[in-house]
């Protein structure tokens, strides 16, 4: 298996920054388009891909990533498909992390043992699973050890002490802590409080951290990176594809590069 994610990680940690990581639904707002903002991505700065499989019941998400499921849905979206698409951006970029990020459902109806094969053999290097806590994982976990599939753990602000360290054990590659308590998209966490609760979260796990929900801007990026290991946007660029049109991977891409520039910062 791969360690696209490791040396990614080693690469910004180098550089003296946090991995920039954007969010996008796979087949939004169709193949076509959704393919060549993998390629937009990648080419204006993004360290690790995230990408999104959408479901019908998408009980994490706010309103655009609703939206843009919905889309991805009308326009066809497998996880067959998805998969074809990673496989086809890996290509090109043999370096570039992808992560999935959607909801066991699909994964369950796909076959565990089956998407974890197809998924390595594709070029992902890691899943996150919104409704798969460690107590239910139990039908994925074999599949994920034998293939060397990473799962990255969403940790929330209600998790405390007691439960931290049971989500950090079972985590791979990095961990995701959802800065609001709240659906993607929603308002923004305050600093300070979320610096704390990073540090708190590091005290049971030596992988890196990555930070989203919330995070909607250049500057409030360049807050959250100086105390992060890397920076989760997606609702906002969902939202410029959305409002883009035709005009959606040029705009994209430059959103990206906007992104990445904050994220060159020096921690204090």
Do not use: W
């Amino acid at each position: 298996m791969s360690n696209r994610i490791e040396k990614t990680f080693a690469k910004c940690r180098n550089e003296r920054r946090a991995a920039l990581i954007p969010f996008i639904m796979g087949y939004d707002p169709d193949a076509k388009t959704s393919a060549a903002l993998l390629d937009a991505l990648a080419a204006s700065g993004a360290d690790v891909i995230e990408v999104g499989m959408p479901f019908s019941d998408p009980m994490a998400d706010g309103p655009l990533i609703q939206a843009a499921g919905k889309r991805a849905l009308a326009a066809g979206a497998t996880v067959v498909g998805i998969l074809e698409q990673v496989a086809g951006f890996r290509k090109n970029h043999p370096d570039t992390p992808i992560i999935l990020m959607g909801y066991f459902n699909p994964i369950y109806r796909y076959g565990s043992e089956r998407f974890c094969k197809d998924a390595v053999a594709a070029g992902v290097d890691g899943i996150i699973m919104v409704d798969l806590p460690p107590e239910e994982e139990h039908e994925l976990r074999p599949h994920l050890n034998t293939s060397g599939l990473k799962l990255i753990r969403l940790i929330a602000p209600t998790s405390g002490d007691k439960r931290l360290p049971l989500l950090a054990k079972s985590a791979s590659g990095f961990i995701y802590y959802i800065s609001i308590t709240g659906i993607t998209g929603a308002e923004s966490a305050n600093v300070e409080t979320l610096k704390n609760k990073v540090a708190q979260l590091r005290q049971f796990t030596d992988l890196p951290i990555a930070v989203g929900f919330g995070i909607k801007t250049p500057e409030q990026a360049k807050q959250v990176a100086q105390f992060a290991d890397a920076v989760v946007v997606g609702s906002a660029l969902v939202e410029v594809i959305a409002k883009s049109g035709k005009d959606a991977v040029a705009k994209a891409g430059e959103f990206v590069q906007l992104l990445k520039k904050a994220l060159f910062v020096i921690p204090a």
